[in-house]
DNA sequence: CGTTTCTCATGCCCTTGGCTTATGCTGGGT
DNA sequence: ACCCAGCATAAGCCAAGGGCATGAGAAACG
């Protein structure tokens, strides 16, 4: 003997007339509710009325010049404690995600940033908004940036060197630095010079860093007319110095790989490149209308950072 | 350093807006959380970018060519989950009570009623509507009357002698029998009559029972020219029965009140009067635009039950 | 490598829900 | 018998919100 079921859950009862159930039931008049909720008396009667036909059921009754809840009214305020308190809880959440006062930035970088970048987020965050957590992985550029795309992380610190880094469609690159890259040789190719160019060393061997590094030196080396002999790929900047120190390969470094090294060995020297190259650190992150807190706080944490101490110039 | 607080809770979100959050966790799909909905793609997708703004935060973003929850996506499906259940719970709380599968039925009537309609109501409640459970009470019809007033019950049952009864404002009366009322006199002094005139007995000594059927004893006395003695005033049938056996007094007792005491004293006669008067026996219910499922259940059981083996006739 | 297909975004129009103000009505309090 | 508090009703207005048609981007397919 099942009733006609009421037709659509979805306009069946609405959560502003279940937080007007509520007041309802606390206050335990129209006006008050009414007051309470920022509405007119006549709003909340109108509205309890036709939950009343919809549902097919009073919810009020006159008694004396006041009302008070029929059975179904209070069934219904029983139930609207819980959905008004879950909704303010979920609103309460959703604030203080806005506000950085909750959950996680999950952030993705480039290995030379983790040494250097990365630990001045870290201490910023632990000041700025100390209640949001750093979820932090480490990765190069092109798998940072499928990362985001994924939605594994909030944004990825990527660097490019020639605009060439390929952004998943409704990202956004925001640049933050400029650094230059530096050829490192040993004391003694080096020559007492300042500075390089990179036909000088032609000849040499190379050691070539992640596969963008890589794919940078093979273009940097043609434009100067020649195709450079890596006879050693690594991702392992010390390990890349001390080679270089060794004499035995020269090496197409960028400035922060170096500060990330700290020191340079003894007998190894770091030399800018003549003309200058560049390349360019910038966070990825999906475009929103309304920017992510996470993506927010991000790029708040980050312009707060002083990229001088590591040779960094801001970006344009 | 609090973010600017969500100004207005009622409008922040909505439970239309929380099925939509909890259907797009599910299905994944803007497509098929509008087709779970029975609403269209676009609806969908605008609701969500309106919230979106409202509560400036991202809550999808597009992967390839579909969406994905942001963090403040899944915290508010989180929480959509409880509130859309919470609400599915209270409609199926408010439906079981109006298909009757549910609740109580809160009665008050009248002590004769007691012994004879009540236990009739609760054998059909338990064949009709097994899981409504029956809140009987006792009372006299203004105390009664007093209770369905102040809320305490759903519907009071109720006699009434000249439509004299005061019903509070917002109440209905329905009229459910009419039954004759009775001169019960000792044997001897029935003298072998079937039918009394009130007039003949205006010497006695009376008995009379609850203050209406006082009232009404003196009304009707008084159309007789009479004041009746009135010796006694007892609610207990059984010992104004005993005590017009005895030949003390007469009393003037309603058909029901006879049922309910099963069999009269064997030196008792009860003798309709002549020219018969009447009690109306009827349910008050608060009226409100729908019916409440409680007076409407107890409305059908009433309909269901034959007044004649208590020598009720249907009221008009 | 183009083409198809799936999915989401956008613009337009229309309906109606829902709020406000003004006013009537009823029950209590004095 | 009056007045006041509280709810109901009426009229009117605005915009939220939905559907349809269409555009645009990304994956899958040949």
Redesign the pocket.
Known sequence: MSTTRTADP??AI?S??MRILHALATT???????ATL?????????????VETRLAVPL?E??????RLTTAGNILADHARTVVAEIDAALAAIDDLRGERAGALRLVAFPSASATIVPAIMRLLASEAPEVSLQYREAEPPAAIGML?DGEVDCALIFDYEGAAEL???STFTPLWRETVSLVVSEDRAAGLTSAQLGDYAGEHWIAGCEKCRGHLMAAAAECGFEPEIIQETDNVPAMLAMAAAGGAVSMVPGLALAAARTLPDDAVALPLEPPRYRTIGLVSMST?NESPQVRLCKRLLSRIDGNRWNLEAAA
Chains 1, 2 share one sequence.
């Open positions: 979805l306009g609405d502003t007339e335990g008049s129209l006006t008050q509710a009414a920022g509405l007119s008396q006549p709003a909340v009667s109108q509205r309890i009325k036709r009020i006159r008694q004396g010049r006041g009302i795309r998943p469609a409704g209308a």
